[in-house]
Nanobody
Framework: QVRLVESGGGLVQGGGSLRLSCAAS????????MGWYRQAPGKQRELVAT???????NYADSVRGRFTISRENRRNAVHLQMNNLQPEDTAIYYC????????????WGQGTQVTVAS
């Protein structure tokens, strides 16, 4: 089992920045990729950014150039630096982890709220 705990959400003005962090514990040796997803009110959960164990990254078009995902393998942590935040970035952000051999992300954090005021 893997436990994921997010931190760093909050309220920010449009154009501002936030940094989200996610700490993994438990069977961390089995983790391959990690990532961030978000879900806005009335919308489906969507991918924000992912990073593999060797550092390969992938971003949603809507955040590319504004958000940066990074990973600290020794600390079993993943971060999301969010710059130039816009009201449409308002959502609950979830940390996710993919176990080696799993089909998709099979571990999820409890989520952290990000609210961007216009």
């Amino acid at each position: 089992q893997v436990r994921l705990v997010e931190s760093g959400g909050g309220l920010v003005q449009g154009g501002g920045s936030l940094r989200l962090s996610c700490a993994a514990s438990g069977s961390i040796f089995s983790i391959n990729a990690m990532g961030w997803y978000r879900q806005a009110p009335g919308k489906q959960r969507e991918l924000v950014a992912t990073i593999t164990s060797v550092g390969t990254t992938n971003y949603a078009d809507s955040v590319r150039g504004r958000f940066t995902i990074s990973r600290e393998n020794r600390r079993n942590a993943v971060h999301l630096q969010m710059n130039n935040l816009q009201p449409e970035d308002t959502a609950i952000y979830y940390c996710a982890a993919q176990q080696v051999g799993a089909n998709g992300y099979n571990y999820w954090g409890q989520g952290t709220q990000v609210t961007v005021a216009s």
